[in-house]
Structures are given as structure tokens and as C-alpha cells.
């Protein structure tokens, strides 16, 4: 074996004995210089000191990325649970060992399943035994939603869905939207797309369909969403398997299947009142959207929420019956018309009987004439006018006095 000194730039070779291990060695393959060369790193900064194992670096980064996108199960909510020991053994021979945890509340027990597959094992054990649940969809399979505005509403929404379809973007659905008052169709559509790492770049979408077009996000909502199915808030119907109440009786029943006279006031089926379910003003709804609005301007700090007008007597007084205008105009177009015409007689004088008061009205006239009024103005004009001309006319005439003789040197 042959060592290299190097030493004040010169090159000496010395001879070293090899010993039995080192022949030993020889006689193995030797490795291929391309696999022991590491691999070359090109930085901007020659200066910067780099990360130990970079390669490690990587691996863990990607794996902490994979693991963020691999959302957890949302929770199933069950009622009525009568026996939690034998519930739990069954649901852990069905998932398997330390696949869930359960959280037992005042109402109902939360399950909180680790895996998808779980989630679903879980869901499908609930439904056959016809237990009382509701649950939320999964992330992963949530539906990507935009608005398209300036659409014209008469366009076919399968025409829509082939156009972007075509652009290369999965269609889930496609709604016209409407006024939630007149149910006037406006010229917005809902798309919802398929998940897929495609779908932000349909926000650089400017035409479709022979229009110029907006693509937005939903605007966030702080109204909760009530289930149409048993009429509680905090989930929809798609994802509830409670008993179905309701909307106008308040009984365990669809309420397609409700047998109660229209004529019939109806019954609420949360805080019994004389009003339908989905009625805005009930006690229940009021005091859940006064906690939701509360919870979402704490997570949305800069969100601002412009409330409707509230409705008094001085911005909105209450409507008069004909009658009653009739009655409060009567009087006051008399009353005009004697200020218009003051030296008239009116019917009343030349009959022999006193004229009647004019009814007070919050639109009646001055009591002060007209022409007095213009007087005073007129009179406190020209004497303001005088004081001011006055000085004036002064000032010219000495700037004119003194500059004749100027002119005429």
C-alpha cells in the first residue's frame, strides 16, 4: 500500500508493509467509484452551511406533508346509547383493538374513530342496527365549490358541466342559484368539482358558455344549517339517522307524510311554540345563531357583519288606514290654501259659523305667513349688501383719485 505525504508542496511515497488483511481486502471487489461518489449540491450561497443528512431532511418533510393530507374522520354523534360496556366490545371486534375512542357527553356519546375505513366499518355496524346517530362527511370526499357569476340563468346547467369538463375539471354538480326571498333566478351558478390538485386553477377561468365570467369562492355564512330530517341544528339530513319529526306538527313523522289541516296553526318541534321548525324567530334557533355568531367573530376577528336596520317608530311609523288619510289630508289642504290665499273668505265665514281647526298632522304648515318671512329675509339682505358696498365704493374711489394724476405725468 502506498501512502501520499504532502508537504510543502512536494510529494514524497513512502512504502508501508501490508498485512494479512489488508491482501484480504484486496482480493474483495472493489466498489464502483460512481456509487461511493456522493452526490453534488449546487447552492447560490457557497458560504451557507447546509443541513446535516439532507436527504433524511426530505423524507421527512415529505412524509410530514403526506400526513397532513391525510385528514382525520370527522365524529359520529349517537343517542340513546343504553349500554356502553357491551357497545364498545362489539364495536372493538368489528375495527379491532385501540381503533377508536369514545367521549360521553350530556346528550349523546361522540366516537371518534383513527381511521377512514374505521369510520365506515363503523357507520355501516350503526345503520344495521338502527341506532340513533348523525355525523358529518368526510374532508377527503368534500366537494370543491365555486360561484360563476354573470351566467345568464336560462343557460342548461349540462351545458356548463360539458364546457368545463372539456377544460379538463370533474364535475360533481352544477346549480342555478336563487333570491332566497322572490326565488328570482339570478345569473350565479354553484359548481362543485371533484378533489383534485387541478381544481384552483379554475379561478383563472375568464369565459365560458359565449359569456365573460367571475369565478369566486362562497362567501363564508355565520347562519347555522338546521337538519331537514329531525329539525335539530348542527348537521344536515344527508348524514342523520335520528328519528324523522315534523316540520309543522312536530310529530315523529316525515313531513311529507304530516296529516294536519293547513288551516291548523303549527306546532315547533323544539321549543313547542306556535310556529313551524325553520322558523328564524324561535327562542332555540336564536340562542344557537347568537353562539355561532359569537364563536365565529372570535376565530374571524377582521370579519364584519353589517346588521339589517332595526324596525322603530321613528325610521318606519305604522301605515295609516285610507280613512285615516283621508281624514288627516282634508284639513291640511284647507290650511294651504288659506295661506295661499289669505284675504279669501272661507265657506265657514260666509256661512256665520267659526271655521274648524285643522287637525295637527306631522306635514302641516308653519303658522307664520309666507310673505313675512320674505320680507325679513329681503329687508336683512339689502341691509347686509349696504354695509359691505359701502367700503367698497370708499376704496375705488381713492385707488382712482390717486391714480389719474399718475397717468397724466
Known amino acids: ?112 374513530t383513527k381511521t377512514i375505513d374505521g369510520y365506515r366499518a363503523a357507520i355501516r355496524y350503526l345503520s344495521t342496527q338502527d341506532m340513533e346517530y348523525h355525523t358529518y362527511q368526510i374532508k377527503s370526499e368534500k366537494a370543491f365549490r365555486v360561484v360563476l357569476r354573470h351566467l345568464h340563468h336560462t343557460i342548461d346547467t349540462s351545458l356548463i358541466k360539458e364546457e368545463l369538463e372539456q377544460l379538463g375539471y370533474k364535475v360533481r354538480s352544477v346549480t342555478n342559484v336563487r333570491h332566497p326571498v322572490t326565488k328570482t333566478a339570478l345569473p350565479l351558478f354553484f359548481v362543485d368539482l371533484e378533489p383534485s390538485d387541478k381544481n384552483k386553477e379554475i379561478f383563472t377561468l375568464r369565459s365560458l358558455v359565449y359569456s365573460r365570467i367571475t369565478v369566486e369562492e362562497p362567501h363564508k355564512t355565520i347562519e347555522i344549517i338546521q337538519c331537514k330530517r329531525c329539525q335539530q341544528y348542527g348537521h ?48 332555540t334557533h336564536k340562542e344557537l345563531q347568537r353562539l355561532r355568531k359569537r364563536n365565529f367573530m372570535n376565530k374571524n376577528p377582521g370579519y364584519q357583519h353589517t346588521p339589517a336596520p332595526s324596525v322603530t317608530q321613528a325610521n318606519f311609523p305604522p301605515l295609516q288606514s ?63 349688501f349696504k354695509n359691505l358696498i359701502t367700503p367698497l365704493i370708499s376704496l375705488l374711489t381713492s385707488l382712482v383719485s390717486n391714480l389719474i394724476p399718475k397717468l397724466t405725468q
Open 1 to 112: 500500500m502506498v501512502h501520499v505525504n504532502k508537504k510543502k508542496n512536494k510529494t514524497r511515497l513512502r512504502r508501508v508493509p501490508l498485512s494479512l488483511e489488508d491482501l484480504s481486502n484486496l482480493s474483495q471487489p472493489r466498489p464502483s467509484t460512481s456509487a461511493a461518489t456522493p452526490p453534488s449540491f449546487c447552492t447560490p450561497n457557497p458560504y451557507s452551511i447546509l443541513t446535516p443528512n439532507e436527504g433524511e431532511a426530505d423524507s421527512d418533510a415529505n412524509n410530514d406533508s403526506n400526513q397532513s393530507k391525510t385528514a382525520k374522520p370527522p365524529p359520529i354523534y349517537i343517542n340513546n346509547l343504553t349500554n356502553y360496556a357491551s357497545f364498545c366490545a362489539t364495536l372493538s371486534s368489528i375495527l379491532g383493538p385501540n381503533s377508536f375512542e369514545c367521549k360521553s357527553r350530556i346528550n349523546n356519546i361522540m366516537l371518534l
Open 322 to 384: 285610507s280613512h285615516q288619510q283621508s281624514s288627516t289630508q282634508q284639513p291640511q289642504a284647507n290650511s294651504t290654501s288659506s295661506h295661499h290665499h289669505p284675504n279669501l273668505p272661507t265657506f265657514a265665514t260666509v256661512a256665520g259659523s267659526p271655521a274648524p281647526q285643522p287637525a295637527f298632522t306631522p306635514f302641516s304648515s308653519p303658522s307664520s305667513p309666507i310673505s313675512t318671512d320674505l320680507t325679513t329675509l329681503l329687508s336683512s339682505f339689502i341691509s347686509d
Open 236 to 283: 344536515s339530513r344527508t348524514y342523520c339517522n335520528h328519528q324523522p319529526r315534523c316540520v309543522r306538527c312536530g310529530q315523529l313523522h316525515p313531513s311529507s307524510a304530516c296529516q294536519k289541516p293547513r288551516e291548523d296553526p303549527p306546532t315547533c318541534a323544539l321549543c313547542q311554540g306556535n310556529h313551524p321548525a325553520n322558523y328564524k324567530g324561535c327562542i
